[in-house]
């Protein structure tokens, strides 16, 4: 036997334990079926997201229009299934980048201590001193309206509440005797950081992750609503939401779907999340198992 | 009168050795020949033909360079495990060795030269000026003349009329507490006990000037010890010179006043008789004394790791227990070591020296003038405190004590606030943090907490050689070793499992691997056994004492039983306030505490109440 093939099993088992739980095969399953949605949108949409048609606005769902139409016409679900394309995209990337930045910064901040823990925590102060919004708002009008810049704006705001909670996560975790004896074997710092203390932190950062999906779909979409982000008439879900919010007595299908779909994906993304932290823990493995 | 020894070697040639059929038998067996005619010898005309230039491969070297003066009125010890040279030097000191010893230097008697002597001359000497007890074997005594006939032997050799002599055994044997009328019974109808002083009145019976005693108590019980060795005293008060050979460290102790430490035919070390139990300076010394049953030591026995070199002449270059040693360095498998005065400068033979590179057992760790707080808190006050190379320490103290902080502080993993911490003439700031990790091991309290949960068996003991670049295909093979060394499985589903799936003892054995995988010369055991229930714990610190002896580490216990303390360690170091309050030998710690702390400790140990 060699440590690779303790790797592979590894791998296996922890297969067989995600198959087990049936939350976050759920959770897996979505997002799959969004991809693929995403992905064939040409192919599955019944009708062309930006096509408008004045002789059928806010028509409530029927079997010609599923989900209804917009206030110009358009497909709801046929701009949902492309929309999928943008705000999964714009999640995902976001997510990505504040969990790296925020995961680095936190446990950085939280192992080192001293006077790198206060430059940090001092400047999570000043990005937190302003309205997430209002920041995010200044950076991306700074930077000029486009998705990118949206994206580099959000990402520019959001990794602070990580880095927060990640750095009192390390602060508790470095106490454990476990890193000591790291310590006392010679382990490099990022040796301990990596290996000992990161997967003991990973647990809420899972959790917020997922939860920040929801907030950047929607942050995104008010930054859309003021010219910013996916300019019009790109579809995306939190545009969608926005415009749907002056119909919200008369039509109210318009704000519903886009609601369920983005309220559908940051589900999927927790359940996952959720299975995930169970599957990469060994004590709760076991306990599946049983 | 002085016995002095001169450079004195002593070779055996293989010829004889292969026909008795083994090296060590042969000097036995030698003993045997002699012990047999007794006072005479016809066959020891060789001695003289002092050709030692051979360093052939043949000859087997029983004695190196020996030199040792036994001064009158005093008793000099010989210690040293079997097949030393202990009886070599016995036949030696009285040229009865056998015919194929080629002995080299010189043997005074004052200042005669006796290593010239022919036969003839040596036999005006033997038995008046110098006499033997050989070693109690069954044959020692002849079998077919009664006891009192054989004490009187030498005096009728030396022209005493029958009846004088025989009346002056029968006093002798009197003095030396064989009953009257047991005297006139043969070898074979006393006890083992009796025949030792009857061997013991033979050497008196002539009052010579010295005494040679050859295991003179390997065979009697305590009672009997203890008569000889008043016995042996009145001796040496009455001005004689003895020379005691004895593997018996508390007979050595009680009787002599110096102590020889013999190692395949060296002196190793040359001591005061007192330090030989409290401080010894050689490692050798050390190992023999934690091998020696004693009263007042509740430590667990542990034998001299490994086995005797090759006495095959020229077989082993540099110091010759080297291979067995808890501090070799380098120097020490490459160039013999010359004798030093324990001082530090080159000895001379007449003080008490030890025969080492490094001077004897030297200091590993060396904590001077710690002082280490916590916020307002102060732990440590101004502690100093030294461990030996493979030196078992018990630092013991109650919760709170600072045991814990001056264990971290010893390993390196926090700094003290004041003094500093020299490991093996290092400041530990300053040594090289991945190469000072590598010589220190650490088994923490609880094993729980102390191997991530994220880790397998596998993962968790291999960590330590991935650290430090060691992981490669022959590690799994290594882990595997280090597992059976732990007395765990080696099986793949074993190495498999994850903390939680082990029980408390298993994963103990587990941490203790991991920290012995990299095969550090200093292992901490902070509190390791303290969760474990009492059979576990056995066996923990069983395995423990074994490792440690097998592989002659360092070893720093902390622990706040003193009971376990005493069982596992060569010194306990109590620790109460932040201050050590009493360090030395655990018996002595033990048997005769000197701080109320100690003394509550102990009591509390007990079960007593405490007020």
């Known amino acids: 036997m060699s440590g690779t093939g303790t790797m592979k099993s590894r791998k296996k088992l922890a297969f067989q334990q995600l198959k087990k739980n049936k939350i976050a095969i759920i959770g897996l399953i979505i997002i799959i079926s969004l991809a693929f949605i995403a992905l064939f949108a040409p192919f599955i949409a019944p009708h062309d997201p930006i096509e408008q048609n004045l002789d059928k606005r806010l028509l409530s769902p029927s079997g010609e229009y599923p989900m209804g139409t917009d206030d110009l016409g358009r497909c709801l679900l046929s701009r949902i299934i492309y929309g999928a394309r943008v705000s999964l995209k714009l999640g995902v990337i976001v997510v990505g980048i504040i969990t790296v930045i925020g995961v680095t910064l936190g446990l950085i901040s939280g192992y080192y201590g001293g006077i790198v823990d206060e430059i940090i925590m001092r400047l999570v102060d000043v990005v937190l001193a302003f309205p997430g919004i209002i920041l995010a708002l200044a950076i991306a009008g700074a930077l000029g309206p486009g998705l990118f810049n949206v994206m580099l704006a959000l990402a520019m705001v959001g990794w602070t509440g990580l880095a927060r909670v990640v750095r009192g996560s390390v602060l508790?975790?470095?106490?454990?005797?476990?890193?000591?004896?790291?310590?006392?074997?010679?382990?490099?710092?990022?040796?301990?950081?990596?290996?000992?203390?990161?997967?003991?932190?990973m647990a809420p950062v899972i959790v917020l992750a997922t939860l920040d999906m929801a907030f950047i779909i929607l942050a995104a979409a008010g930054l859309s609503f003021l010219g910013l982000g996916a300019q019009p008439p790109t579809p995306e879900w939190g545009s969608m939401l926005n415009n749907g919010r002056a119909f919200i007595q008369t039509a109210p299908h318009l704000t519903t779907f886009p609601g369920l779909a983005i309220m559908v994906a940051v589900l999927a993304f927790n359940f996952l999340g959720d299975g995930l932290r169970d599957i990469l823990d060994p004590r709760q493995q076991r306990e599946l198992k049983e | 009168m002085t016995l002095k020894f001169k450079d004195l070697t002593v070779k055996y040639t293989m010829f004889d050795t292969l026909k008795d059929g083994g090296g060590d038998i042969n000097i036995n067996s030698n003993t045997n020949i002699n012990t047999n005619s007794k006072t005479n010898t016809n066959n020891n005309s060789n001695s003289n033909a002092n050709t030692d230039t051979n360093t052939d491969t043949n000859t087997i070297t029983a004695l190196d360079n020996i030199s040792l003066e036994i001064n009158k009125g005093e008793c000099v010890a010989v210690i040293g495990e079997s097949g030393s040279g202990k009886s070599t030097l016995v036949l030696a000191s009285m040229k009865l060795l056998a015919s194929n010893a080629l002995m080299s230097g010189q043997i005074f008697l004052d200042d005669v030269d006796i290593s010239d002597m022919t036969d003839k001359e040596m036999e005006q000497l033997r038995w008046n000026k110098i006499s033997i007890v050989f070693q109690n074997y069954g044959d020692v005594l002849n079998p077919v003349h009664r006891i009192i006939d054989q004490v009187a032997e030498p005096l009728i050799k030396n022209?005493?009329?029958?009846?004088?002599?025989?009346?002056?055994?029968?006093?002798?044997?009197?003095?030396?507490?064989?009953?009257?009328?047991?005297?006139?019974?043969?070898?074979?109808?006393?006890?083992?006990?009796?025949?030792?002083?009857?061997?013991?009145?033979?050497?008196?019976i002539t009052d010579p000037d010295i005494l040679v005693l050859d295991e003179p108590v390997s065979s009697v019980d305590a009672i009997t010890k203890s008569y000889l060795a008043k016995v042996i005293k009145q001796q040496v008060n009455a001005g004689k010179a003895v020379l005691l050979i004895t593997h018996d460290l508390s007979f050595a102790h009680l009787c002599s006043d110096r102590i020889a430490v013999l190692y395949s035919g060296m002196i190793l070390e040359l001591l005061p008789s007192q330090k030989l139990l409290d401080a010894p300076c050689h490692p050798y010394t050390r190992a023999l004394v934690r091998s020696f049953p004693m009263m007042e030591r509740a430590k667990d026995l542990a034998g001299v790791r490994g086995a005797p070199p090759s006495k095959i002449s020229g077989a082993t270059r540099g110091c010759i227990f080297q291979q067995r040693c808890t501090q070799s360095i380098d120097i020490c498998s490459q160039k013999q070591p010359q004798a030093m005065s324990i001082d530090g400068s080159n000895g001379d033979g007449d003080g008490s020296y030890v025969v080492c590179h490094r001077g004897g057992i030297a200091t590993m760790v060396c904590v001077n003038n710690i002082s280490k707080s916590y916020g307002d808190i102060e732990v440590l006050k101004d502690i100093s405190i030294t461990l030996d190379e493979g030196e078992i320490l018990a630092l013991v103290g109650e919760t709170g004590s600072g045991k814990t902080t001056l264990a971290y502080l010893t390993a390196g993993t926090i700094k003290p606030d004041g003094g500093k911490i020299v490991f093996r003439g290092q400041e530990v700031g300053t040594i090289d943090k991945k190469e000072f990790f590598r010589t220190v091991g650490i088994i923490y309290q609880s094993p729980k907490?102390?191997?991530?949960?994220?880790?397998?068996?596998?993962?968790?003991?291999?960590?330590?050689?991935?650290?430090?670049?060691?992981?490669?295909?022959?590690?799994?093979?290594?882990?595997?070793?280090?597992?059976?060394?732990?007395?765990?499985?080696?099986?793949?589903?074993?190495?498999?499992?994850?903390?939680?799936?082990?029980?408390?003892?298993?994963?103990?054995?587990?941490?203790?691997?991991?920290?012995l995988i990299l095969e550090p010369d200093l292992l901490i055991a902070d509190e390791s056994t303290s969760f474990l229930d009492p059979s576990v714990q056995a066996k923990i610190l069983k395995l423990l004492l074994d490792l440690q002896n097998n592989r002659g580490i360092s070893m720093l216990f902390v622990m706040h039983d003193i009971g376990v303390a005493r069982k596992v360690s060569d010194r306990i170091a109590v620790l109460h306030n932040g201050m050590i309050v009493e360090n030395g030998p655990s018996h002595r710690v033990i048997s005769n505490p000197q701080h109320f702390y100690t003394k509550l400790l102990i009591d509390a140990s007990k079960g007593n109440e405490i007020e």
């Open chain 1, 172 to 201: 508790s975790v470095k106490q454990k005797e476990f890193v000591e004896s790291a310590r006392a074997l010679g382990c490099s710092d990022l040796h301990i950081m990596t290996r000992h203390i990161l997967p003991n932190v």
């Open chain 2, 159 to 204: 022209g005493e009329s029958r009846s004088v002599a025989l009346e002056m055994s029968g006093k002798m044997l009197d003095h030396l507490k064989i009953k009257t009328g047991r005297d006139v019974l043969f070898p074979h109808q006393i006890s083992a006990g009796e025949r030792q002083r009857v061997l013991m009145a033979m050497a008196l």
């Open chain 2, 449 to 515: 907490d102390s191997i991530s949960h994220r880790f397998t068996v596998l993962e968790a003991i291999a960590e330590p050689l991935r650290i430090h670049g060691l992981f490669d295909d022959s590690s799994v093979q290594r882990i595997k070793d280090a597992l059976n060394e732990v007395q765990l499985p080696d099986e793949d589903y074993f190495m498999q499992k994850y903390p939680h799936e082990l029980s408390g003892g298993e994963l103990q054995r587990v941490a203790i691997a991991r920290a």
